[in-house]
C-alpha cells in the first residue's frame, strides 16, 4: 500500500515547549491557552466554525519518533498495547484532542484547555458533536483507565515518550 | 513544510461499498456490524483494548477526491466552511468515527456502529474515554447542527460528495 500523505492547514501555538511536563490530556490543560493560524488560503473553511464550543483537533505529533507496541502510559505502572493509550509513541504520529474555542478572528482561532506541544502542524478541525455518536453513558467501558482516569487531571508529562 | 506521511496499520470492511447511501455518522449506523483487520506486524499494540466498549477509529477518506472550503452538508440546505462539517471534502482526507468494540480474535476487531466505508486504510485506534476530556455537557454549543443533528440517525448519504 502506498504512503498516504497529508499537508498541514495551519499551526497550534501554545506555552508548552517540551514534551516533559506537559499536561497529558485535555482534562489537565483547562485554562491553557494557544492559538490556531489557519493557512491563509483555507481560512474560507472556517464559516460558522464560531458557534461551536468545542473542536475536535487533529494534529501530527511532530516531536514522537519510533513508537512501541506496548507501552507503560503516564497513568500506569502497567503496559498495554499503545492502541488502547493515548502514548504518543504510536504507529503514525496522529494526536486527537478536543479543545474550547474561546473566539475566531480572521484566519486565528483562539483555543482553551490545551494539552498540546507548541508549534504542531494541524490536520484537521472537527466540530465536537457528541449528539452524532449516538453513544449511551452507561454504556462506555474504559477498561485500564477505569481506576487511573482521575489522576489524569493533575498528572504532568515526563521524559518517557522523547 | 515538507508533507506528513502515514502508512495504513490495517484495513476497515464494511457493508458499504459505495459512497451513495450510507449512514452519515456513527449514530445511523447503529448495529451495522464491521471488522478490522490490523496488519500482523503490529497486532501487539491491542493488548488491553478488549477493555472498552468504543474506539475512536482515524483513518483515510481513500475515496474524497479534491476538497471545497464551503459545503452544503447533508444536514442542512445552507453552506457551512468545511471545518464547521464532518464533509469528506477536506484539505487533508482524515476521517474520525467512535465506534462500539464487540469482541477481537487474534488480529481482526468486529466492531458495530459504522458508518464508514468498505476498505477504508485505517491510521490509528484510540481508546473512547470520555472523562479525559472534562467536557461538561452543559458547556457544549454546537453551532448549526442544534436544530439538525435530530435527523443525523435516519438520513443516508447522496451523491454530492462523491
Redesign the interface.
Known sequence: ?P???????GMIYSPFKNLKGMPI???GG?GVKGEIHINEG?K???????????L?L?Y?LHKSKGFS??VTPFLDNN????????SPK?????G?S?VKLDSIEDNILYIS?MDILDET?L?????????????K?D????????EK?FS??DKLSDARFI
Open positions: 500500500m504512503k498516504i500523505e497529508f499537508n498541514s492547514i490530556q485535555p482534562i483547562e483555507l474560507n473553511g472556517l464559516k460558522d466554525l464560531n458557534g461551536f464550543s468545542h475536535i487533529i501530527y507496541l506496548e503496559t498495554h498495547g499503545v492502541f488502547a493509550t493515548r504510536r504507529p503514525n504520529s496522529v486527537l478536543i484547555n502542524p490536520l484537521d478541525i472537527k466540530p465536537y458533536v457528541p449528539q452524532l455518536n449516538g453513544i453513558n454504556s462506555i467501558k474504559i477498561g485500564w483507565f477505569e482516569h489524569a487531571k
